[in-house]
């Protein structure tokens, strides 16, 4: 007798079998809580800089600088081990102890009184934030049926920049919030950042209720780690698909620490230079940065849909495209305050959500079901050493060439990745991406 498992499905999205509703709704309100908590650590920290360490303001920037490319060490040591160990505990159980780490390492942030401890804090929160990357791109790639693969990394897009936004619009104002109450600013951001560790306890137990538990059908526990971790270097060796997801991943994070850090930098002290007080410099760049991740959420579904509909191959090689003419028209920006900036703020938002939505879709086709975690994690792993490229030679081109220099670099490198591609889909055909998936 055979039996048949039930498909179920969320909206217009056709999941796995063995996945149901709910596990798939709880996936997007964690991808949504989960951005929320691994970014705050770091918009908050010029508050704890200020209020809690009393550090110069002319010492920030080389303290924040440092912050990052010490959490971005830990991932790249890390993210392909979680990737790994999630084949063999599951997903649930990593992403749960991943948020743990979080709600403890903000519990920690409070406290932080020096550098030296808030390097050590953010250390430890690197460890939470890489479980938490690595479960969200794993989990992305389990959820969905092949035909909606598309559609459910268009709905994380989406979810992801409502997180995004939340973080203005209400985390970063819990301070003031506080504040206007009677706390003294030293409590008010210690009553913030405990609220955070609610909101990551709250999510512990949302995954735990949420999520499917145990291995991924398909794993294979009894190799060991390091078999295990060898396939993922040995998948993108043996298909170029891969390789190219993978090169595609160093270029698409890296994208979001441009739009996140040096974008909202330009302008802001293109402001000052202008004659702007600070907080109205400020004020402008937080403008032109709603305009561009306004574009990037609206984008993700129909990127999705595109996902969907065309060889997934060619729609990393458009992506490539879209990201490389949105990167490189900052080049021919005359003034970043310019009514110039929207449109090109358009096409930046546009490339950078085609970018992060392609390649996962790309990945989660091809990632072999036994070695799923193996190969997410090294997809993780060139999105980190990006991430860690950007920071470094991204930051030097801004001060010695230009504030534009540094999205002409990421233009350039997503045009050659763009070049590359076209000759992957010519030379490779990948199983299911010969013809476009429709359902």
Not at 144 to 158: I, N, V, W
Not at 187 to 203: D, E, I, S
Not at 208 to 222: A, E, I, Q
Not at 258 to 276: H, I, N, R, S
Request: glycine letters at 12%; hydrophobic letters at 55%; a positive charge.
């Amino acid at each position: 007798m055979v039996v048949h498992q039930v498909m179920y499905r969320l909206g217009p999205v056709q999941l796995a079998t063995g996945i149901r509703p709910r596990n798939a709704a709880a996936f997007l309100l964690a991808a949504l809580l989960g951005v929320c908590l691994t970014t705050f650590i770091s918009t908050i920290q010029p508050y704890v800089l200020t209020v809690n360490i009393g550090l110069p303001v002319a010492e920030q920037g080389r303290v924040s600088g440092q912050m990052v490319f010490y959490g971005e060490l830990v991932l790249l040591a890390l993210s392909s081990l979680i990737g790994v160990y999630s084949d063999r505990v599951g997903r649930r159980a990593v992403f749960m102890g991943g948020v743990f780490i979080l709600s403890l390492g903000y519990a920690a942030y409070a406290y932080v009184d020096s550098v030296a401890m808030l390097t050590a804090v953010r250390v430890f929160l690197a460890f939470g934030i890489a479980a938490v990357n690595v479960m969200v791109s794993a989990l992305m790639v389990d959820y969905p049926a092949e035909p909606s693969r598309g559609k459910l990394a268009g709905f994380t897009g989406m979810a992801i920049g409502f997180g995004s936004i939340l973080i203005g619009v209400v985390f970063l104002q819990l301070p003031n919030l506080f504040g206007a109450r009677g706390a003294e600013a030293l409590a008010a951001g210690r009553y913030t950042l405990f609220t955070m560790v609610g909101m990551a306890l709250l999510l512990v137990v949302l995954l735990r209720v949420g999520l499917k538990g145990g291995p991924p059908p398909h794993s294979k526990p009894s190799e060991s780690l390091r078999a295990q971790f060898a396939q993922g270097i040995a998948a993108g060796r043996d298909n170029p698909a891969i390789l190219f997801a993978y090169l595609c991943a160093f270029v698409a994070r890296a994208d979001l620490v441009v739009v996140g850090t040096f974008f909202t930098l330009w302008l802001t002290q293109a402001g000052v230079e202008q004659g702007l007080p600070p907080e109205q410099a400020a004020a402008t760049a937080g403008q032109f940065f709603a305009v561009v991740m306004s574009c990037a959420l609206l984008w993700a579904p129909v990127m999705g849909w595109l996902n969907d509909r065309l060889n997934r191959v060619r729609a990393m090689v458009l992506a490539m495209l879209l990201a490389g003419i949105g990167y490189m028209s900052m080049w021919f920006i005359p003034d970043p305050l310019g009514p110039w900036m929207y449109p090109a703020g358009i096409l930046l938002g546009i490339g950078q959500m085609s970018a992060v939505t392609a390649s996962q879709t790309l990945i989660g086709q091809e990632s072999p079901p036994a070695y799923r975690g193996s190969v997410v994690g090294m997809f993780s792993f060139f999105g980190a050493a990006g991430i860690l490229f950007i920071t470094s030679v991204g930051g030097q081109v801004y001060d010695a060439v230009s504030p534009s220099a540094t999205f002409l670099l990421v233009g350039v490198i997503n045009a050659g990745l763009f070049f590359w591609g076209l000759r992957v889909a010519r030379l490779h055909r990948v199983g299911q991406l010969a013809e476009p998936v429709s359902e």
